[in-house]
């Protein structure tokens, strides 16, 4: 294979939460294929190693928060340009448990990271990327947006929300450029988000993996590198599975 297929160099990418797990695997990905790669992520350290070790841009901020998101943007354009590649990654699960423990605040703080904040960081770089008349914008949903996991019912309806705005915003960007969105739906991946859930938990997301095992942070990077290359001009509006089997639909 040419080593220009899949080929970012040129591009700017930033990748939400990106100090750790599959965000740190993506950053690295979007890197090593040749493009400037910006780490986001609310925990400043975690952000500055990961960016040290690609040699890419340090950027520490809450995605809830539009001055942060707003200053963040600023300084990577100053230094690096325009944001190419956006892929919104930050989320987390919040709470476990039954609808009856679960309370409006747990709901509402879950919908704020892994919805509100793809919303605000989307409609911050679209404007450039029309401008320029090309853009990828790729979203990390889950399994769970698709089937629903029970005892996740935010971070289940986080998800469906947010394959619903990947496929509405598909169809409005469609037609305007080369400017793709789409998004993927890991099933359970081995990472410091999946080691804070309870056992029991654990060993019921990966019993319904057919494969048998959790997937790997790289394994979900390679996915988003196709998606965030010029080779997949003619893919958006999508929700790639990367479940090792497990979607039943």
Avoid: W
């Amino acid at each position: 294979m040419p080593d220009e297929f899949f080929s970012l160099a040129g591009r700017v990418a930033l990748v939400t939460g990106a100090g750790q797990g599959i965000g740190a695997a993506i950053a690295r990905r979007l890197a090593g294929a040749g493009a400037r790669v910006a780490a986001f992520d609310l925990n400043a350290v975690s952000a500055k190693s990961v960016a040290q070790e690609i040699g890419g841009i340090p950027l520490a901020g809450d995605v809830t928060r539009e001055d942060d998101l707003e200053v963040a943007l600023a300084k990577l354009t100053a230094s690096a340009g325009p944001v190419d590649i956006l892929v919104n990654n930050a989320g987390i699960i919040g709470k476990v448990g039954p609808i009856s423990e679960v309370s409006r605040s747990d709901l509402e703080q879950v919908l704020a990271i892994n919805l509100v904040g793809p919303f605000l960081l989307s409609r911050a770089v679209i404007p450039a990327m029309l401008e320029r008349q090309y853009g990828r914008i790729i979203n990390v949903a889950s399994i769970a947006g698709k089937e629903g996991n029970p005892n996740l019912i935010p971070y289940s309806v986080s998800k469906a929300a947010l394959i619903a705005l990947t496929k509405a915003l598909a169809k409005e960007l469609a037609g305007k450029g080369d400017i793709t969105v789409n998004s993927i739906s890991p099933a359970v991946i081995h990472t410091p988000m999946m080691d804070a859930l309870p056992t029991a938990t654990q060993e019921y997301m990966v019993s319904r993996v057919p494969l048998g095992r959790p997937g790997k942070a790289e394994e979900v990077a390679a996915l988003v590198h196709y998606l965030a290359s010029s080779e997949a001009s003619f893919t958006t509006g999508q929700c790639y599975d990367i479940s090792g089997g497990r979607a039943t639909y």
